[in-house]
């Protein structure tokens, strides 16, 4: 019995390893080679399934909405776009937001709440300098280490703290002066001025002609602000401005005060379009180009709309009048001091970056591809032959002036280069508060709620509180 019982169970296990030889040998995997007709064939490897990357977002605030700005904004997409392609998962964001209100109320809200968009359009001192010594915005000091650009740049002081630290970069320079109807001017026999009295001459002879002398729209304080600025600078000196904030120098000087009074002389005069204070930008440029202001005062970046539009893309503004348009500084004052021929001309405009950005290698990395895009030499002489906006960064001097070929590129070039000094603008010398006092005063001005000595008075009194309290 226990014979049998041992020769059953010798007999399952024999059974049952034959099975499992049968087994395994239909589940092996196809020999490496294979022979045909055609002979030895190799196996494909298995195929690698992609690296899967996680899509993450971030805004780019621009101020290019206006008509005029298209060409700029044509840039930045493109800069966006390649920015897009060099990082992986990114998809950048274009926010625009009309310049005034970007500066004035929606980044001051959104800083003041901890929720900036990463990179975004800003000025230098003050404004951004204040965002930077809170902590919010990036030290972008390393990067453009990293990049080997941060000796190329003409000036960073707008955008270097006190420790040497760069927190912006500016994105191109502008001057501000006169452009004027050359066409005009011939049929009427006029030249234009070279000394301020010539200038005074020729706006009382715009006027009787019954033409609008200069394009205004004061809806928008800093637009009348350009041209009291360099008005100021005529009768006070160009260097006045870099003392206010410090209390070196006063608002209520009375060079100023003189300064101030003659921009309200020529509004009293006429010599801008009435109602100007319920006008926007776009309707200053309007005037000139339809013929109605003879002249408009204006920054370089403006020079976009007369240029004739490169092949394939929609024309310019006003391109038709690309031979017709002149640029000219404001003439020199008698005896004023200082150089008289100084005008402003500055770089106080550019990106900035959030601090939140540091937590985050990717979007830091994006944010470093980004300024790798903008900032170099071939986007800064497309900056200039496309939309008219001056480097702030050191170029090749033979192919700047090879694109300088546009009637109006060449007028504004000849002009420069007449200049013997240049000022900053003076919301870029000046504490915000500051700034938005010299903004309100001036609009009073213009509409007859304040003489030049009120505003001045005004301004100085923001300005004594804004060196009180630091801010």
Same mark, same amino acid.
């Given at each position: *019995?226990?014979? %049998? ?12 390893? +034959? ?38 977002? *971030? ?17 930045? @997409? ?19 937001? &009309? ?14 709440? +901890? ?51 760069? =927190? ?18 011939? &049929? ?17 002879? /715009?006027?009787? !002609?019954?033409?609008?002398? /200069? ?5 928008? %304080?800093?637009?009348?602000?350009? *041209? ?6 005529? =009768? ?46 776009? !309707? ?11 002249? *408009? ?6 020079? %976009? ?7 394939? @893309? ?8 690309? !031979? ?20 402003? &001309?500055?770089?106080?405009?550019? =990106?900035?970056?959030?601090?939140? $950005? ?12 980004? /300024? ?27 192919? =700047? ?6 009637? /109006? ?10 200049? @013997? ?11 915000? %508060? ?12 213009? +509409? ?5 000595? !009120?505003?001045?008075?005004?301004? &100085?009194?923001?300005?004594? $509180? ?6």
């Amino acid at each position: *019995m226990k014979k %049998s019982l041992l020769l059953l169970m010798t007999l399952v296990i024999v059974l049952t390893m +034959g099975l499992a030889g049968c087994g395994s040998k239909s589940a092996d995997p196809p020999p490496a080679n294979t022979q045909g007709s055609e002979g030895t064939k190799e196996a494909e490897p298995p195929k690698e399934e992609p690296e899967k990357v996680e899509p993450f977002e *971030m805004t780019i605030r621009h101020t290019q909405v206006a008509e005029s700005s298209k060409n700029r904004l044509k840039i930045l @997409q493109d800069v966006a776009k390649k920015t897009e392609e060099e990082v992986p998962g990114l998809t950048l964001k274009l926010d625009g937001v &009309q310049d005034a209100v970007n500066r004035n109320e929606k980044l001051r809200g959104e800083m003041a709440a +901890g929720n900036p968009p990463e990179i975004f359009d800003t000025f230098g001192r003050f404004d951004a300098y204040l965002y930077y010594k809170e902590g919010k915005m990036l030290d972008i000091t390393p990067i453009i280490e990293e990049l080997g650009i941060k000796d190329k740049f003409f000036d960073l002081k707008s955008w270097t703290s006190d420790d040497g630290k760069v =927190y912006g970069l500016p994105v191109g320079g502008s001057a501000e002066a006169f452009f004027y109807n050359k066409e005009y001017f011939e &049929q009427k026999g006029l030249k234009v001025p070279t000394t301020f009295e010539e200038l005074e001459e020729l706006l009382a002879k /715009i006027k009787a !002609d019954g033409k609008v002398p /200069i394009a205004a729209a004061s809806q928008a %304080s800093w637009v009348p602000l350009m *041209m009291t600025n360099q008005l100021w600078a005529r =009768y006070a000196g160009p260097e006045i401005t870099a003392g206010f904030a410090s209390g070196k120098t006063k608002w209520d000087d009375p060079n100023m005060i003189k300064a101030w009074a003659k921009h309200k002389e020529w509004v009293d005069k006429g010599y801008f379009k009435k109602g100007e204070l319920a006008l926007d930008y776009a !309707d200053m440029t309007t005037q000139f180009t339809t013929g109605e202001a003879v002249m *408009m005062f204006e920054g370089t970046w403006r020079s %976009s709309i007369f240029k004739k539009a490169e092949e394939g @893309q929609e024309p310019n503004m006003a391109e038709d009048m690309r !031979d017709k348009v002149g640029f000219f500084n404001m003439p020199p004052l008698a005896g004023g001091p200082g150089d008289q021929t100084a005008l402003m &001309q500055d770089m106080n405009n550019g =990106y900035g970056f959030s601090a939140e $950005v540091a937590k985050d290698e990717r979007k830091l990395n994006a944010v470093k591809a980004f /300024i790798k895009n903008l900032y170099n030499e071939e986007m800064q002489l497309r900056g200039f032959k496309e939309d008219g906006v001056l480097p702030s960064m050191k170029v090749d001097e033979q192919k =700047y002036q090879e694109l300088a070929t546009e009637p /109006i590129m060449k007028e504004i070039t000849g002009t420069l280069s007449k200049v @013997q000094s240049s000022f900053n603008a003076f919301d870029a010398l000046v504490q915000p %508060s500051v700034r938005t006092e010299v903004e309100t005063q001036i609009q009073k001005l213009i +509409g007859g709620q304040a003489t030049a000595e !009120d505003a001045l008075a005004a301004i &100085q009194k923001a300005q004594d $509180v804004a060196i009180e309290t630091g801010q």
